[in-house]
């Protein structure tokens, strides 16, 4: 989510365009310093935190995959 320069969003948002398939996952460990008081910004988003294990990544990344909405 904190980037030099952009957002994690703006990434995603500059990409799509060029990318309309594309699926995004975002990953923080800041998540309250990324997001401030107002956590509810995460709502619809695919998101995960930091600290966490290769299967709870593998696990969301196919969910992501699986999923239907683009």
Excluded: C
């Amino acid at each position: 989510m904190v980037m030099p320069g952009l957002s994690g969003k703006e990434l995603a948002r500059a990409m799509q365009p060029s990318h309309r398939a594309m699926r995004t996952l975002y990953m923080s460990g800041h998540i309250s310093s990324d997001l401030g008081e107002n956590q509810t910004a995460t709502a619809g988003m695919n998101f995960i935190t930091k600290p966490l294990s290769v299967r709870e990544i593998a696990l969301k990344v196919r969910n992501i995959l699986d999923s239907r909405a683009l």
